[in-house]
C-alpha cells in the first residue's frame, strides 16, 4: 500500500488528501479547527506530505489529534474555572503555527536536502536528514507532552506547584506543574515518538531522545511561564509554544550527537 502511495506524485496525493479531509472538517458538528486555522493547517498538512510522505504525516496527525482530545478532557470543569482553552479548544492559525512550525521548518530542510538543492558535506554531520528527521518528531514529542501536561493538569492536577519557587499555586496558573500532568505528558511524548519509530523516521535511540528532550522542554518552557510570560506582552502562548518546540528539537539532536560521539 505505501508503495502505491509513493509511486503517485506527491502534490496530487497532498492536495486531493488534504481537501478531503478540509471538506469533512468544514462540515462536522464539532469543530476542532477555526475557519482560518482549517485552511493554515490544509497548507501544513501538504508541506508535510510532500516532504516527508505518508510517514511524517502520520506523526502530526497523531499529535493534531491526541493534542485536540486531550484538550478537551474535564473541559466544562475548566471553562467553570476560566482556565480552558480559547473557543472550546478549536485551533487558530496561532495555534497550528505556534505547533508546528518547528516541525514544518525541519521536514522543509529534509526535503531541500532531498531534492539536491542543497548537499550538505560535513565530518561533524554525517547525516543531517537523519537529524532532522529526529528533530521534526521530537519537536512533537515535545509539544504534545507540554499540551498533556497542561491540559491533564488542569483537570486533575491535585497540587499544582509554581516550578520556580515549588509555592503552591492555583491549577491554570503560567509555570504550574502537577504530579498528574507531569506524567500524563511523559506517557504522550512517549506514544508519539513510538509512531515516528514504527513509521521509521527514527529508531529506539530516536525515541529515548525525543522523550527527554520533550521533558527537557516542558519544563523549561513551564520556567519561561513563571517568570518571563507576564513581563513581556509579545511572549503570547503560542510564541512560548515556538520556542518549547524548537528547544526539544535542538535538545534531541544534541543528545543524539553526544551518543554518536561518545559510541565512534
Same mark, same amino acid.
Given at each position: 500500500?505505501?508503495? =502505491?502511495?509513493?509511486?503517485v506524485?506527491?502534490?496530487?496525493?497532498?492536495?486531493?488528501?488534504?481537501?478531503?479531509?478540509?471538506?469533512?472538517?468544514?462540515?462536522?458538528p464539532?469543530?476542532?479547527?477555526?475557519?482560518?486555522?482549517?485552511?493554515?493547517?490544509?497548507?501544513?498538512?501538504?508541506?508535510?506530505w510532500?516532504?516527508?510522505?505518508?510517514?511524517?504525516?502520520?506523526?502530526? /496527525?497523531?499529535?493534531?489529534?491526541?493534542?485536540?482530545?486531550?484538550?478537551?478532557?474535564? /473541559? &466544562?470543569?475548566?471553562?467553570?474555572?476560566?482556565?480552558?482553552e480559547? %473557543?472550546?479548544?478549536? %485551533?487558530?492559525?496561532? $495555534?497550528?503555527? *505556534?505547533?508546528?512550525?518547528?516541525?514544518?521548518?525541519?521536514?522543509?530542510?529534509?526535503?531541500?536536502?532531498?531534492?539536491?538543492?542543497?548537499?550538505?558535506?560535513?565530518?561533524?554531520?554525517?547525516n543531517?536528514?537523519?537529524?532532522?528527521?529526529?528533530?521534526?518528531?521530537?519537536?512533537?514529542?515535545?509539544?504534545?507532552?507540554?499540551?498533556?501536561?497542561?491540559?491533564? *493538569?488542569k483537570?486533575? *492536577?491535585?497540587?499544582?506547584?509554581?516550578?520556580t519557587?515549588l509555592?503552591?499555586?492555583? %491549577?491554570?496558573?503560567?509555570?504550574?506543574?502537577?504530579?498528574?500532568?507531569?506524567?500524563?505528558?511523559?506517557v504522550?511524548?512517549?506514544?508519539?515518538?513510538?509512531?515516528?519509530?514504527?513509521?521509521g523516521l527514527?529508531? =529506539?535511540?530516536?525515541?529515548?531522545?525525543?522523550?527527554?528532550? &520533550?521533558?527537557?522542554?516542558? $519544563?523549561?518552557?513551564?520556567?519561561?511561564?513563571?517568570?518571563?510570560?507576564?513581563k513581556?506582552?509579545?511572549?503570547?502562548?503560542?510564541?512560548?509554544?515556538?520556542? $518549547?518546540t524548537?528547544?526539544?528539537?535542538?535538545?534531541?539532536?544534541?543528545?543524539?550527537?553526544?551518543?554518536?560521539?561518545i559510541?565512534?
Amino acid at each position: 500500500m505505501s508503495s =502505491l502511495i509513493d509511486s503517485v506524485n506527491p502534490w496530487l496525493v497532498a492536495i486531493g488528501l488534504n481537501t478531503i479531509l478540509l471538506g469533512l472538517a468544514w462540515i462536522a458538528p464539532k469543530k476542532l479547527l477555526t475557519p482560518a486555522g482549517l485552511f493554515h493547517a490544509w497548507f501544513l498538512a501538504i508541506l508535510i506530505w510532500v516532504t516527508l510522505g505518508w510517514q511524517g504525516y502520520a506523526v502530526v /496527525m497523531f499529535y493534531f489529534l491526541v493534542g485536540s482530545g486531550v484538550t478537551r478532557i474535564g /473541559m &466544562a470543569q475548566k471553562e467553570a474555572e476560566g482556565i480552558a482553552e480559547k %473557543r472550546s479548544g478549536a %485551533r487558530g492559525p496561532e $495555534n497550528v503555527w *505556534g505547533s508546528a512550525l518547528t516541525g514544518a521548518l525541519c521536514a522543509l530542510g529534509v526535503g531541500i536536502i532531498n531534492s539536491g538543492f542543497i548537499v550538505p558535506s560535513s565530518p561533524l554531520v554525517p547525516n543531517p536528514q537523519s537529524l532532522l528527521l529526529l528533530a521534526y518528531v521530537a519537536s512533537f514529542s515535545t509539544k504534545l507532552a507540554d499540551t498533556t501536561a497542561s491540559e491533564v *493538569g488542569k483537570a486533575y *492536577g491535585k497540587s499544582t506547584f509554581l516550578i520556580t519557587t515549588l509555592q503552591p499555586v492555583p %491549577r491554570g496558573t503560567e509555570g504550574a506543574v502537577s504530579l498528574e500532568g507531569t506524567l500524563a505528558g511523559i506517557v504522550a511524548s512517549v506514544a508519539i515518538a513510538f509512531v515516528g519509530w514504527g513509521v521509521g523516521l527514527i529508531d =529506539l535511540f530516536g525515541v529515548a531522545w525525543c522523550v527527554l528532550a &520533550a521533558f527537557i522542554a516542558t $519544563n523549561l518552557e513551564s520556567v519561561i511561564g513563571a517568570t518571563l510570560q507576564s513581563k513581556y506582552t509579545w511572549l503570547t502562548n503560542e510564541v512560548v509554544n515556538i520556542f $518549547n518546540t524548537l528547544i526539544g528539537a535542538i535538545a534531541a539532536v544534541i543528545l543524539a550527537w553526544i551518543w554518536i560521539s561518545i559510541i565512534k
